[in-house]
């Protein structure tokens, strides 16, 4: 048989419940993909063979035993590692929490447990989500693998590019500011964002609490949908005060025809400075492809969105200083050695424990949040994020759906973009989504007639419309036809079934 | 130092209390599932939730803002429908994630009021003049609440090695997260104390009603009640505050008097030599019955307050609202008045009592076994000879039945208490079964007032020359003839009586 990366999630479930081959075959084979494929892409932190093999026995023994199996039934997947999941360690690529020990599973991992699926291990990322490119992951890069002098895009490049390079079926990452959906579009994958509060987040470490979002990757829409079906299953999760019940089938309406549903594009985005015109043109080409599909396209504006750059960067480190306080050396995670007194280790722990960009981003909180400063900038992108979801609504009263980048430019070299201001600019396709707590999809298009890299089109669409949002995306991934497809030099590389 | 009395004369002290109450009589902390109790191992009851686990998220309990919505109608503050939790940051090893979450500007209740009746010697305290006062000195103090928010406890620390357990010279420092997310209610009031003796009834009221409420065992002692003072003088009739001190480490109503009247008169001399008050937090050594500098406040903490993301707006229902309206039971006022109405309990009796809802309850059971006229014996029963004791409302009753029959005396019914405590005996047959029932047959008693009467001819002379106190010797001299049998009232009455003739 061939390797088992040529496989969707619904088939290697059949495949398994139809005694085809076993889990235990799969999951074995998922070990050797990674074997062959991760010293390429780097994109695994922890390899949980021990679990993966368990997990996979169990699903063995309830096929012998002729129950019916679960959805995910056997199927690899893998978690960024800011998800806790028992048996491994949850670092959040930072020596911060290196030797940390999961203490329990979160819900989200839990979920696809249930779901049957096969837990392969913990995906690299930028230290705790701070970043678009993996490059500050405390202990390595991860390389894009449709050419591993570049990087996967970030934060959840590990995410994205053990996807892409057909490692695992799919992946789970979180998104804050476009941590899915940029990276899935530089990798050339499947990348959803759902509504804010459809996933539970309790058990993935916080960055901006009212940013925060779990999110599927995989190489199929279908896969996508697959896994919101787990990732919602059982609705509103007790743990996490802000989850909301979005138990639904997410297949239901997959293929359904988006014919005369109106589709929003924003004319002023596609004229932006910095976008690339390999990225312009596939969305050009994204747009044609819906018409073709009978969309009707419709211009929209978003007159605030300019601003959602500004509002993100006061928000997000604000909620990071808050939500790292607790990284302080005492009750887990790195501490300072021989230290005189309290202060001394605490302020030691986290000056070593932490990279540039954390400490950037906790500086800038600590600062934003400090008295007298407070009213003047996170009151005030307080105020821009009301105005934002306002020009959503309106916006979303004209169109189901709104396409647009989810990233300006294709995945770049390593180290070719050093000014984090810089980087932060290049999130100005994605963050208004998260500032909004809307939905939002990144579906490969094509690669460049340049570059020869993937390009992805983000779709977007209002809170709770996640179905809805995934027809448009089925419908634009039938189009472009990248279904399933893994990066050249990786496919069928090990993984033989 | 000067007095009280006279401090007070040219110095008005304003005092502004907060108070901080567990809620122990919930089942789980604030934000997680965990048990409530700071009694068991250190560390046993903590989850990934109270020790702020990475990736772990707080959920609210609902049972302790229902707590907090009845403390806020008993305490007649406004509801607010509307209301958030915040982040409050700061770094230290008894808040797990760094910072705790309380309320902002915005608490579940807010602008309430208490009215104190202070009466007595500790109302002597209030100058005259400067309130106006019934003709017995006594005068009701309205005294503001700002609000009362919601928060979660700290762990407790323990610092090993040092003096006192203090943190200066200690070797190690222990913790213990059993207390940590605990739910805790901080009331704080409006700066509108004036006495020490007010804000010792305040805090004795706030407990009352807590306590009334069901929603804390208030014990000062142990800590799930805590009281921090703040207090400034002015000169009288003028209206800018002073500088304020803070007072820690109060944990009976006494400590809290009796530091606010030290710390009023230290206040005093510091200004009246020209000196200086610096705003500190200051430490009540009762011991030593003074206070000293614990930390000195140069400028403002900066917590970093922020709404907590974690945890959605609240947007309070009627039908919540209705709900905790509904569980507030009869609140000690209230009690006190029907007692005083319904029964003709003394007003103090009935304060007393109607003030501790054990007390108040096991009173009622006895009451309703009781014919009406003995209610208020009853009342004299509960306040003045059970405290202390462990009875049944049963024998209460009986006790206070025989006491309002004048078959015993009130120094028999002492007696008859130590038989019957802590069994089922029946206080009525004990006294029949060991003859302790006085005679209330008039006609004995009075052959043995007559005895009396003619051999103590030098009292009965005393006596009719105007010295009444006599009275008693002739009370004492009938009950020792009829060997303790005869009812001192009524040889009292009969004495009287053929005195006078």
């Not at chain 1, 990452?173 to 530089?186: E, F, K, M, V, Y």
């Not at chain 2, 011991?287 to 947007?315: C, G, H, I, N, Q």
């Amino acid at each position: 048989m061939p390797s088992f990366d040529t496989l969707s999630a619904a088939q290697i479930a059949a495949g398994i419940a139809a005694g085809d081959f076993s889990a235990t075959e799969v999951a074995r084979a998922a070990l050797d993909a990674i074997d062959a494929r991760d010293d390429g892409t780097r994109a695994f932190l922890q390899v949980s063979e021990d679990l993966a093999l368990a997990a996979a026995a169990q699903t063995d023994k309830a096929y012998a035993a002729g129950d019916t199996l679960p959805p995910l039934a056997g199927v690899p997947v893998a978690f960024k590692d800011n998800m806790n999941l028992l048996g491994t360690r949850t670092t959040c690529a930072s020596r911060m929490l290196e030797p940390y020990q999961s203490a329990y599973t979160a819900t989200c991992v839990q979920r696809l447990l249930d779901a049957g699926a096969t837990p392969m291990g913990k995906l690299n990322m930028d230290e705790f989500a701070f970043g678009s490119t993996t490059d500050s992951s405390a202990f390595h890069p991860t390389n894009n693998p449709w050419d591993t002098a570049r990087v996967p895009g970030g934060s959840s490049g590990g995410s994205a590019a053990a996807v892409a390079a057909g490692e695992v079926t799919i992946a789970l990452g979180s998104d804050t500011g476009g941590s899915i959906r940029q990276p899935a579009s530089l990798c050339g994958v499947v990348g959803m964002k759902p509504t804010y509060g459809a996933v539970s987040r309790y058990g993935v470490v916080a960055f901006g609490s009212s940013l925060d979002q779990v999110g599927p990757f995989g190489r199929r829409v279908e896969d996508v949908a697959l896994a919101m079906n787990a990732l919602t299953a059982g609705g509103h999760d007790r743990f996490d005060s802000t989850s909301q019940n979005c138990e639904q089938d997410y297949l239901a309406h997959l293929n359904d025809s988006i014919e005369g549903r109106a589709v929003g594009v924003i004319p002023a985005l596609l004229e932006a400075e910095g976008l690339d015109a390999e990225v312009k043109a596939a969305l050009q080409q994204a747009a044609d492809r819906l018409a073709d599909a009978g969309a009707r396209i419709v211009e929209v504006d978003l007159p605030n969105m300019a601003n959602s750059i500004a509002a993100y960067y006061v928000l997000a480190p604000c909620e990071a200083f808050s939500n790292l306080a607790r990284f302080d050396g005492v009750r887990y995670g790195y501490q300072e050695p021989d230290c005189a007194t309290l202060a001394e280790q605490s302020s030691l722990s986290r000056a070593h424990g932490f990279g540039a960009e954390a400490k950037r981003r906790q500086m800038l909180g600590a600062y934003l949040l400090s008295s007298g400063v407070y009213d003047k900038y996170y009151l005030a992108a307080q105020k821009v994020r009301t105005l934002i979801t306002a020009d959503y609504q309106r916006a979303f009263q004209q169109v189901d759906a709104i396409l647009m980048p989810a990233s300006p430019t294709v995945a770049w070299e390593h180290g070719a973009i050093s000014d984090p201001a810089a980087l932060y600019l290049a999130d100005i396709y994605t963050i208004s989504n998260n500032i909004a707590g809307n939905c939002g999809i990144s579906v490969p298009v094509c690669l460049g007639e340049q570059s020869g890299l993937p390009v992805g089109a983000q779709l977007q669409g209002p809170a709770f419309a996640d179905a809805s949002l995934l027809t448009f995306a089925r419908a634009l991934e039938r189009a472009c036809q990248m279904e399933g497809t893994v990066a050249p030099s990786f496919a069928g590389k090990g993984g033989e079934l | 130092m000067k007095k009280l009395a006279e401090v007070l004369r040219n110095w008005e002290a304003v005092i502004g209390l907060e108070v901080h109450t567990e809620l122990t009589m919930l089942e789980t902390k604030m934000f997680c599932g965990c048990r409530l109790s700071h009694d068991d191992e250190p560390n046993a009851n903590v989850c990934p939730i109270c020790l702020g686990m990475p990736g772990a998220l707080p959920v609210p309990n609902e049972k302790a803002i229902e707590s907090i919505v009845m403390a806020g109608i008993a305490t007649n503050c406004e509801v607010m429908r509307q209301s958030m939790f915040y982040r409050k940051h700061y770094f230290y090893p008894d808040m797990a994630k760094n910072f705790q979450t309380t309320q902002g500007p915005v608490a579940f209740v807010m602008h309430g009021h208490l009215d104190l009746e202070v009466t007595g010697n500790g109302a002597k305290e209030r100058p005259d003049g400067t309130i106006e006062k019934a003709a017995d000195g006594s005068y009701i103090a309205p005294i503001r609440i700002l609000r009362i928010h919601m928060e979660e406890d700290a762990a407790k620390m323990v610092h090993v090695g040092g003096a006192e357990g203090r943190i200066g010279g200690a070797s190690e420092s222990l913790i213990d997260y059993n207390r940590c997310g605990t739910p805790l209610v901080e009331l704080v009031t409006e700066p509108d104390l004036r006495t020490p003796e007010e804000a010792r009834l305040f805090m004795e009221k706030l407990r009352q009603t807590f306590l009334t409420l069901g929603i804390s065992d208030c014990s000062l002692e142990n800590g799930s009640m805590r009281c921090d003072g703040n207090i400034s003088l002015r000169r009288r009739g003028e209206t800018a505050f002073g500088t304020k001190t803070e007072m820690k480490n109060i944990n009976s109503f006494k400590s809290l008097h009796d530091a606010l009247e030290y710390e009023i008169c230290r206040q005093a001399e510091v200004l009246e030599e020209g000196g200086i008050v610096y705003q500190e937090t200051r430490h009540w050594e009762p011991s030593r019955r003074r206070t000293v500098v614990m930390r000195v406040k140069e400028t403002a903490d900066d917590y970093r307050m922020y709404p907590d993301p974690d945890l959605a707006p609240f947007d309070l229902s009627d039908e919540f609202i209705e709900r905790c309206r509904a569980r507030v039971p009869e609140l000690p006022d209230a009690k006190r008045d029907r007692y005083v109405s319904a029964f003709g309990l003394k007003r103090a009796d009935a304060a007393q009592i109607a003030g501790d809802p054990k007390i108040a309850s096991f009173f009622e059971e006895a009451a309703a076994a009781v014919k009406g006229k003995v209610v208020p014996t009853v009342a004299n029963v509960v306040v003045n000879l059970l405290p202390g004791r462990s009875v049944t409302a049963g024998q209460a009753a009986s006790l206070a039945t025989l006491l309002a029959g004048d078959a015993i005396t009130f120094a028999q019914a002492r007696e008859v208490l130590d038989i019957v405590e802590g069994t089922e005996a029946d206080p009525e047959k004990v006294v029949d079964e060991r003859g302790m029932r006085q005679s209330t047959d008039t006609g004995a008693l009075e052959g043995i007032v007559d005895e009396v009467l003619g051999r103590c001819t030098d009292q009965v002379a005393q006596y009719r020359s105007g010295n009444k106190k006599v009275l008693g010797f002739l009370v004492g001299q009938c009950m020792k003839a009829s060997k303790g049998t005869g009812n001192p009232k009524l040889f009292n009455q009969l004495l009287a009586q053929k005195l006078e003739d």
